[in-house]
């Protein structure tokens, strides 16, 4: 069945075109790339903060509310007695167009109404602490018009938890100052804040207000605020209760004129001895120094051209040119993209995600450094230091840490077993992509504690020992609280629904529960691992570890092999989990993806045999599922998995973010018609063509769950963006499918296709090398038949690594 379709790809210009306002589900954006960040939906909502979304958070926002996306940047244009906004809402006056452009790390939304265009630009600068907003005023009647803009921001009392709940103390602590265009949010800074905010408009205005109830009446909504249903400012000075800033500005535009107003949204920081210019008054010396950078339109389009070229070199890295523009706009510029996004906010902030909850998880991170590690190697690094400094001397580590503090996360504690095997897919990655391999002499502090630093290397390797410390009775790893599947908990055996899956654990002592997921995980990355070894002259240590890994293959497959497919875990009690034997959820994805990327049995059929189940009892038209048939009932012994309705999250959902396991399975066994059939299944660009509407969520990036075939939906999407799908469908694509992986000592090329890929190119900077690399698959779906390099046969796979430029020709 067609579907309503609400926008539409630009590829040239890099940017989703959202024609129709009333999107299923606010469709958003993500500004800033480093410290000051915005969140933006398709009709101007959302919020800002600085670091962390938690402890600085600029200004409110209101989750799940009604009406939904409720609290943004909002201009109200008063034009007679028509009061409407560029975005469409708050005020819901229906527009004459309106088109809201979503590009990389900007958004601009256009709305036209009785012959007046506004046009806004939003977006971070690069290396700067604020949100610029370029509106830009356009008449475009034959008459004179006399226009009343307002702007509006509410400030968030910085913490975003207590400012959600702390009403006895946060209606009195409110505090602002005025100064010209200027409005301050100086909340707390009497006391032990050193920062403050600032909203700023660069010409004269005619009126202010900064107490929210005189703004909008208590009575009224942001969709009718009586100043500006009245046409009249307040010039309200508020004291406590809730600070907003609102300017108010007399615009006269002639027929054909245009006029730019940039406004600003800051962030300043101050040393404690320089807080005030006298007493009470912020010291607004930096605020005023930031406004100079950005008070005319030339610096802002400066500033602007700057951050897109920024995108054009980060995109750059990684072209290919295939013929198919799904394939092409994914790859080119959404999949990096989101992966950027990713990074920048692992699991914090999204309109899933309130920005209170989760810092950045261990595992999480390191899955996203291989989105984005071809980028920016230097914040992969620190990452990796970063993440490796919240471990514990016995190779355990802090399921989250908080990015402010970068200090692991107390609530939430260790004992999440998969947890240490992702810091050598992360560093090994690191290392291929930079042949950086001084990172392993870096020292590194366990828990943050000065002075008991050990080098980078000795991290690893105590994260594969935690593993083989940790067996059970099987030889199989233990899964502790849980391993990649937050939702398997085998050691909880909770009752009471004010218990957290993730963090209770009744049962400790003699804790026997199994996984085979992290069994394929430490065989994935303990291969890794030995080959690092090995390239570094850790020969004994290869050795070792080598052996370790051989048992860990024996064990699975004698305790882990069910016939079809591999178990997915044994529970505490020694009964298999994922097994024909069981009664629901006889099979599970992650250990198919984990073994058979791990090629555990490959020369019995085992690879094979798990594959060919996963078509045959995941798959279906959305992708594949978790687990096959869904759980019914709440199981006690399995935890928070068994919690969700059928079809949902853990539970058959459709998890995006385990697929890829799966088709890199595919892709090592050669078998590439499958890899894509599963690979477009959930490649957002095939679903967008399709399923606007039923996926709901943004068409441009992954979202972490799709409704599986049991739930009543099957194909709704939910949890759009912050989510390892982006950098595992990364992973798939650029390294397995299309075939250009880094290495050591050069780029290994083995792609695997379907048999209908013709010839394509990938452009490749690679360290201080650019490679031009044209694949001729003759409809072959793997295995590479010749290589030539400048145009002399290369032996092997690995184009090795010489700085310059090159030419590469691959037939397969
Ligand atoms: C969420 C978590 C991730 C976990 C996954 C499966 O995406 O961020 O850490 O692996 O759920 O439970
Ligand atoms: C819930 C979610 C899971 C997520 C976890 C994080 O269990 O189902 O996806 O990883 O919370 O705490």
């Given at each position: 069945?067609?579907?309503k379709r609400?926008?539409h790809f ?15 589900w606010?469709w ?9 960040f915005s ?29 939904m996306?409720?609290?943004g940047?909002y201009f ?12 469409w ?5 229906p527009?004459?167009?309106y ?14 109404k009785?012959g007046v265009?506004?046009?806004v630009?939003?977006f971070?600068p690069?290396?700067?602490w ?5 509106l830009?005023?356009k008449n475009e ?7 009343k ?6 400030w968030c ?5 207590t ?7 946060n209606?009195s602590?409110?505090e602002?100052?005025?100064?010209g ?10 006391e032990?804040?050193n920062?403050y ?7 004269e205005?005619?009126?202010f ?11 009224n909504e942001?969709a ?7 046409g009249?400012?307040r ?12 300017h108010y500005?007399?615009?006269?535009l002639?027929?054909?004129e ?5 406004f600003l949204l800051g962030?300043?920081e101050?040393e ?7 007493p009470q008054?912020i ?5 005023h ?20 070229a ?6 750059n890295?990684?072209?290919?040119k295939?013929g198919n523009?799904k394939?092409d706009?994914?790859v080119?510029i959404?999949?990096q ?26 595992r ?9 590690v071809h980028?920016?190697?230097?914040r ?7 993440i490796a ?7 355990g ?7 402010l503090t ?7 504690g ?5 947890d ?9 990655a690191?290392?291929?992509e ?6 392993l002499?870096?020292m590194v502090?366990?828990?943050?504690q000065?002075g ?7 991290h690893l390797k105590i ?8 067996l ?5 790893p233990?899964i502790g ?7 398997l908990?085998?050691?909880c055996?909770?009752?009471?629904p004010?218990?957290s ?7 400790s002592e ?8 992290i ?15 090995q390239?570094?002259g850790?020969?004994?240590e ?6 370790a890994?051989?048992?860990m293959?024996?064990a ?31 099979i599970?994805i ?5 073994c058979?990327?791990?090629?555990i ?7 094979a045999k ?13 992708g ?14 399995y935890?928070?998995?068994?919690s969700?309705?059928?079809?949902y999250k853990e539970n058959a959902?459709?998890?995006?973010h385990n697929?890829p396991?799966v088709i890199?399975?595919?892709c ?11 690979y477009?299944?959930?490649l957002?660009?095939?679903?967008e063509?399709?399923?606007?509407t039923l996926?709901k ?7 972490q769950m ?14 759009s963006w ?9 992973y798939?694509?650029?390294?397995f ?8 000592d050069g780029?290994?090329?083995?792609p ?9 190119t990938?452009?490749?900077k690679?360290?201080e090398a ?16 010749s ?16 700085p ?9």
């Open positions: 069945m067609e579907q609400y926008g630009d590829d040239q210009h890099r940017e989703y075109v959202i024609t129709d306002p009333q999107t299923p606010p958003i954006n993500y500004l800033g790339n480093e410290d000051f969140l933006i939906s398709n009709t101007a909502g959302g919020y800002s903060f600085y670091k962390d979304a938690k402890f600085r958070r600029i200004t409110r926002y209101r989750y799940n509310n009604v009406p996306d409720n609290g940047r109200y244009i008063k034009d007679g007695d028509t009061v409407w906004n560029p975005g809402k708050p005020c819901k006056t527009l004459d167009f088109e809201c452009r979503h590009g990389m790390s900007y958004t601009r939304i256009t709305g036209r009785n265009e506004a046009s630009l939003f971070v690069l290396k700067k604020c949100e610029v907003q370029k830009t005023l009647s034959n008459e004179v018009k006399q226009l803009l307002f702007s509006f921001e509410e009392l910085w913490n975003a938890a400012d959600m709940e702390n009403f006895q103390r209606f602590t409110g602002v100052e005025i100064e265009s200027t409005i301050y949010h100086k909340t707390e800074y009497r032990r804040r920062h905010a600032f909203y700023h408009v660069n010409t205005i005619q009126g207000d900064t107490d929210r109830e005189t703004f909008v009446g208590l009575y942001f009718d605020p009586q100043a500006v249903i009245e009249k400012p010039n309200s000075h508020a004291h406590g209760w809730s600070p907003i800033a609102s500005i007399e615009v006269t002639n027929p054909g245009s006029k730019d107003f940039i962030y300043i101050n404690q001895d320089e807080k005030f210019s006298a008054v010291n607004k010396k930096k605020a120094a930031l406004i100079a950078e950005l008070d005319t339109t030339e610096k802002v389009d400066r500033a602007f051209d700057v951050l897109c920024y995108w054009d070199t980060l995109l890295i990684y072209k290919v295939s523009d394939l706009r994914m080119n959404w999949n993209y989101q992966c950027m996004v990713t990074f920048n906010f692992s699991r914090s902030a999204s309109f899933f995600e309130s920005g209170v909850g989760r810092g950045m998880g261990f999480d991170s390191n899955q996203d450094l291989v989105g984005f980028q920016i190697p230097p992969a690094r620190q990452r990796i230091i970063d400094s919240t471990q514990f001397p016995d190779g580590c802090y399921h989250q840490y908080q990015p970068k200090r692991g996360n107390n609530d939430i260790g004992g999440f077993n998969d240490p095997c992702w810091l050598i897919f992360g560093t090994v690191y290392i291929k930079t042949g950086d391999f001084t990172i002499d870096e502090p366990f828990d943050n000065p008991t630093e050990v080098t980078l290397f000795e994260s594969m020992d935690h593993v083989i410390k940790n059970g009775p099987h030889m199989l233990l609280r849980a391993d990649w599947n937050d939702c908990n085998l050691n055996f909770s009752w009471d004010n218990e899956f993730q963090t209770t654990e009744n049962v003699g804790t026997k529960a199994e996984s085979l997921m069994a394929g995980l430490f065989v994935v990355t303990g291969k890794d691992y030995v080959a690092l070894c390239k570094i850790k020969t004994d290869a050795a070792r570890m080598q052996q890994v051989d048992a293959i024996d699975v497959k004698k305790h882990g092999w069910d016939g079809e497919w591999y178990l997915r875990a044994y529970d505490f009690y020694g009964r298999k989990i994922g097994s024909n034997e069981c009664d629901e959820a006889k599970f992650e250990s198919q993806g984990w058979t990327m791990a090629e049995g490959a020369e019995d059929g085992m690879v798990s594959l060919d189940s996963c078509k045959k009892y995941l798959e279906c038209e959305h594949m599922v978790l687990n096959n048939p869904a759980f019914t009932k709440y199981i006690y012994e935890g928070e998995i068994s969700y309705p059928e079809g959902g459709i998890f995006c697929n396991w890199i399975g595919e090592l066994a050669g078998r590439g018609n499958d890899a894509w059939s599963h477009a299944k959930i957002p660009s095939y679903v063509e399709k399923y606007q996926h969520v943004e068409p441009y990036v992954n979202c799709v409704a599986g075939k049991d739930a009543y939906k099957p194909g709704e999407g939910k949890n912050l989510t390892g799908t982006a950098a595992w469908m990364w798939t694509v650029s390294e499918i299309l075939g250009i992986k880094p290495d050591y780029i290994r090329i083995d695997c296709l379907p048999e209908t890929a013709g010839d394509y990938v452009q490749r690679f360290r650019d490679y031009d690399i044209t694949i001729h698959p003759n409809g072959s779906q793997k295995g590479v038949k290589i030539t390099l400048d145009g002399q046969p290369v032996t092997g796979t690995v184009i090795p690594y010489t310059g430029h090159h030419t590469v020709e691959v037939t397969m």
